[in-house]
């Protein structure tokens, strides 16, 4: 049971455009959203999170955007960089259960020069 | 900036054999994690602890597997008896809250052939 989903393995954007990574999540019971970036050979790195209370949450070039009535999450990265092609994970956990973070499959963003 | 420490960073291990995993997870966070990542799979929960016992563990985190934070700073993961599956990059992490991004480590590759 796929919980949380990323439908697009991967995304190419030329430098300086808008990267949009998608999420789509299953569980209504999920309240808290988090990015991650990783690199290869290294661990993901935490970017930005949402509260279920918020539909936006801005950190300089990262907006993640949260649409509760269709499940539905997005992180968007303005102006993108080269430095910031790296797969990106959405994980999603529950209040109740928030030692546990359900992970997406992951997203390949590649930001051409 | 404080960094979670994971060592080795990789461990061949032959299959029936037993591996510990280690992490230093940042001195000041309470709550700690093992995930793991089997090649082209998605990052996969293993287990959380907090103030000395286990908060919350998948179905992955069998009897095979058991947790130690021994002596105040490191946090161990052990497999007693591997198999073959248990191929995958292991990922320490640790947090201040449960809710907030953790941090990981670089990762765990154990091969057991």
């Known amino acids: 049971d796929q919980q949380v989903k990323q439908n697009s393995p991967s995304l190419s954007v030329q430098e300086g455009r808008i990267s949009i990574l998608n999420c789509d999540y299953t569980?209504?019971?999920?309240?808290?959203f988090l990015w991650y970036k990783k690199y290869p050979a290294e661990g993901p790195t935490f970017l930005i999170s949402?509260?279920?209370?918020?539909d936006k949450n801005e950190d300089g070039r990262f907006t993640v955007f949260l649409n509760k009535s269709a499940k539905h999450l997005s992180l968007h990265i303005v102006p993108s960089q080269p430095g910031d092609s790296a797969v990106y994970f959405c994980?999603?956990?529950?209040?109740?259960?928030?030692?546990?973070?359900?992970f997406g499959d992951g997203t390949t963003l590649t930001v051409k020069p | 900036e404080p960094e979670v420490t994971q060592t080795p960073s990789h461990q061949v291990t032959q299959m029936g054999q037993e591996v510990i995993l280690r992490c230093v997870p940042i001195?000041?966070?309470?709550?700690f994690y093992w995930y793991r990542q089997i090649l082209g799979q998605k990052v996969e929960f293993l287990v959380s602890?907090?103030?000395?016992?286990?908060?919350?563990k998948s179905e992955i985190f069998d009897d095979q597997f058991s947790v130690e934070r021994p002596d105040g700073s490191n946090f161990t993961l052990k497999i007693r008896s591997t198999k073959l599956e248990d191929s995958a990059m292991y990922f320490c992490?640790?947090?201040?809250?449960?809710?907030?991004?953790?941090?990981f480590g670089s990762g765990t590759r154990l091969t057991v052939v």
């Open positions: 992490a640790s947090s201040v809250e449960t809710v907030y991004g953790y941090t």
């Open positions: 569980n209504s019971m999920f309240d808290y």
């Open positions: 949402i509260s279920s209370i918020k």
């Open positions: 994980a999603a956990t529950t209040n109740t259960n928030a030692g546990k973070s359900t």
């Open positions: 001195s000041n966070h309470l709550y």
């Open positions: 602890f907090y103030n000395n016992e286990i908060s919350e």
